[in-house]
């Protein structure tokens, strides 16, 4: 089975911390993707790449950067956090455009 | 603009009766995919949806594209318990993009 594994489940960060969340995947994909889930928004994209060292702008972006310098890690930053960017963020992977994704990491920044 | 919609947004049913969720795009898809989200989990792939009028069945599940390629619909007969979770519909487009809907949520009243 393909695996996605986001290194945290649970996450409490302060307002104005860099945050790193964590997502390596053992399937030798090339795409991989974040998005955030918010009640009531569903899934909004945040970044994605199609490969190392590649990175496109998803819906929201704002707020937000990644690093892919391994094809099988693909790393979201919050470059300083704010209360608003509380959320689940899920990242997922996918080969012919079916997607797996890691369990997500629940976010709160007080 | 490309936007995948999703109707309802919530559903509560008996449990043994049956439940259907639609999916509608603005414009022609080229795949519809269907994934399930349980309470505290992450989206898991149930089947994607290729041609016009396809109709596939996983066991009590029925997932059906319409002739179009802009609607799609999630039947499911006689809900059991283990049913209960967030439908999502996803839409996918010739040029990759990929949209998914907000979710029906499913509740099943015992």
């Known amino acids: 089975d393909v695996k996605v594994t986001q290194s945290s489940r649970y996450l409490v960060k302060r307002t104005g911390e860099k945050v790193f969340l964590e997502c390596v995947q053992d399937?030798?994909?090339?795409?991989m993707f974040w998005y955030r889930q918010d009640p009531g928004l569903g899934l909004r994209l945040i970044y994605f790449?199609?490969?190392?060292?590649?990175?496109e702008k998803g819906d929201i972006p704002e707020g937000y950067s990644v690093s892919r310098e391994k094809k099988e890690r693909f790393s979201l930053i919050l470059e300083s956090a704010s209360t608003n960017q509380t959320s689940m963020y899920l990242c997922?992977?996918?080969?012919?455009?079916?997607?797996?994704f890691g369990s997500g990491t629940r976010l709160t920044v007080v | 603009g490309q936007q995948v919609m999703q109707i309802p947004q919530y559903q509560h049913v008996q449990e043994g009766e049956d439940f259907t969720t639609y999916c509608n795009s603005s414009t022609t898809l080229s795949n519809i995919q269907w994934y399930k989200q349980r309470p505290g989990g992450h989206p898991v792939f149930l089947i994607q949806l290729v041609k016009s009028g396809e109709v596939k069945k996983q066991k009590r599940l029925t997932f059906q594209f319409g002739e179009a390629k802009k609607n799609s619909s999630l039947h499911i007969t006689a809900t059991q318990t283990t049913d209960v979770g967030t439908y999502f519909c996803a839409g996918l487009w010739r040029d990759d993009k990929i949209i998914f809907g907000k979710g029906t949520r499913l509740h099943i009243l015992p």
């Open positions: 399937m030798d994909h090339e795409n």
């Open positions: 997922a992977s996918s080969s012919y455009r079916i997607y797996t």
């Open positions: 790449s199609y490969d190392v060292k590649m990175k």
